[in-house]
């Protein structure tokens, strides 16, 4: 059976009960009905795009570090962290998403709403442009 948060235990109980079905996903079978296949396919497909988003990232944390290494250490450090941070965040976002859309798909509502992608989107245009100030002025320590 699937977890479901008890009357009145709020946001936690819910989030724990989406966390639990990170590690046992075919225990989403038990709720709903099955959705068309094209839907679950498609879901998948976006999950494995925000994967090679987060494996983007952190690659860019990566390359930050090792090949700027005219920028300060601080700063050169605080962007690789950032980067990487943001690679962890993505791929667990990722999985917390994929859940969602599936349980959303087999309970017949809506697709959730998430404001993760405007987030990550407006953090590394701002991330982009320090590391383009800091390339541009030669910003060494």
Known sequence: MIDRPRPGSGALASA?????????PQRIHEEGETPDYRFTLANERTFLAWLRTSLALVG??????????HISRPLRLTLALV????GALCAVRAVN???RCERAMRRGE??????????LALLLAALSVVLVLAVAFDWAG
């Open 83 to 86: 980067l990487l941070v943001g």
């Open 97 to 99: 998403q994929w859940v």
């Open 60 to 69: 860019g944390g990566f390359a930050v570090d090792q090949f700027l290494p």
């Open 110 to 119: 809506d697709l959730p709403i998430s404001r993760f992608p405007t987030v």
């Open 16 to 24: 724990a009960a989406n966390v639990r079905l990170w590690f046992a």
